[in-house]
């Protein structure tokens, strides 16, 4: 297992749609589990392929912080089919370190994805693991958290990010 450089707000590549995944193979799993240490290593909740430089549709949920790993969520090719309710609430994002703010995300949603296996499968989360899985499947579409809050928040955060001194993720990564 490898922690995994993150990419941060400025990189281009956190703002492309992701492709599908094709192949489910040991490159995968093995892919999934840096994911969650390079999760758990930055003290995150949720983790998308994009934020650490692959342009691919996996992500990976923990709403435990790694303390019960059962709770371990993958999501691979995920698409939201329902969303409902909504929910307001400071949210954070590994591509922008220590930053927060106010952000509308639905209370409920459905997804349907792949499994690690390619057997696709439908999962209902609300509350934190509603916003998490809106906020990673949002990384998959190119869009990030500060599209979704007010301007002021925006404007503040993008101020903040260009005043950090963060290093560079690595352009080479390959995978899957």
């Known amino acids: 297992m490898a922690i995994l450089d993150i990419v ?31 999760m758990y290593f930055t003290d995150g909740v949720g983790l998308s392929a994009p934020q650490v430089g692959v342009n691919k549709r996996i992500l990976v949920i ?24 909504e929910q307001k609430g400071p949210e954070g994002c590994l591509s922008f370190p220590g930053l927060f703010a106010e952000v509308k995300r639905p209370n409920v949603v459905r997804v349907k994805s792949h499994d690690l296996n390619g057997k696709e499968f439908e999962m209902d989360g609300s509350a934190l693991l509603a916003r998490a899985m809106h906020h990673e499947i949002d ?24 005043k950090m001194t963060l290093p560079p993720a690595r352009k080479d990564r390959v995978l899957i």
Request: without cysteine.
């Open 62 to 85: 923990d709403t435990s912080g790694g303390t019960d790993r059962s709770k371990q969520v993958v999501l691979i090719n995920p698409v939201v089919i329902l969303e409902e309710g």
């Open 139 to 162: 990384h998959l579409e190119g869009i990030l958290f500060i599209e979704r809050m007010k301007k002021s928040d925006r404007e503040g955060i993008i101020k903040k990010m260009k």
């Open 8 to 38: 941060y707000y400025g990189d281009p590549r956190l703002e492309k749609v992701s492709e599908p995944v094709t192949e489910f193979n040991t490159d995968l799993r093995r892919f999934v589990k840096d994911l969650f240490e390079t």
